[in-house]
């Protein structure tokens, strides 16, 4: 058993996979194509990422891959807790700038799915944060793309404030949505 929630914005849901708990601890599917194309969400993955970040407020996005590698990507917590967002950034999209966030947890065992065309980032509500996602193109570096996490124009409510954060030098230096071409057209 799989549950799928659709989250308001195309295609971006959260998932929960069945977990089944007895005396030596539990068992889950973190992930089962089949499963989950009857549930509606058809991917096909080709990389599996992990992330460790030391401190509450790491922050890493927004991220996104350009075509021909922009990437479907299924995120979950092994350890920890994330706030997670994802981004429209389609050309032309009703939702173009809008963003969804939730909170992921190895407590809640949930997952978020962030498709292509949109724009994905996190921070870290714990230290000692672990992440893991599938994502469904290869890492390209040249393909690979940062946009600012607090672009006004997008305005997410981070839960950590700013000076809490810890960012890598590449999305110090990130841009504005407004001064990419994301290469993304909606359809
Ligand atoms: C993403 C990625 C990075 N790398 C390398 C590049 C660099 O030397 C080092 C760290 O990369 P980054 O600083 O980009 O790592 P990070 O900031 O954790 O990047 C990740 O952030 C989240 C939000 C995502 O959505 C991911 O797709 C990815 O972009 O790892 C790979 O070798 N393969 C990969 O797939």
Redesign the pocket.
């Known amino acids: 058993m799989v549950e799928v929630r659709k989250l308001g914005l195309d295609g971006v849901c959260e998932i929960w996979p069945a977990k089944i708990e007895d005396a030596r601890g539990f068992f889950s599917e973190t992930w089962n194509a089949e499963k989950l194309a009857h549930a509606g969400v058809a991917v096909e993955f080709v990389?599996d990422?992990q992330?460790f970040s030391r401190a509450r407020g790491v922050m890493?996005?927004?991220?996104?891959?350009t075509p021909p590698f922009a990437?479907d990507?299924l995120?979950r917590v092994l350890r920890g807790a994330i706030f997670d967002v994802a981004v429209d950034i389609r050309k032309g999209s009703p939702s173009f700038g809008k963003w969804i966030g939730l909170t992921l947890s190895d407590r809640d065992w949930n997952q978020i799915l962030?498709p292509k065309g949109f724009?994905?980032?996190?921070v870290t509500l714990e230290p000692d944060t672990e992440?893991v996602?599938k994502?469904s193109a290869?890492?390209s570096?040249p393909h690979?793309r940062?946009i600012r996490f607090d672009d006004p124009d997008i305005g997410i409510d981070w839960p950590v404030a700013v000076a809490e954060m810890v960012l890598?030098a590449?999305?110090a230096a990130a841009p504005r949505l407004n001064e990419v071409e994301t290469g993304f057209v909606y359809a």
């Open positions: 990389q990422n992330s890493r996005g927004l991220h996104y891959q990437q990507k995120v962030v724009a994905h980032g996190f992440v996602y994502v290869p890492y570096q690979d940062s890598s590449k999305d």
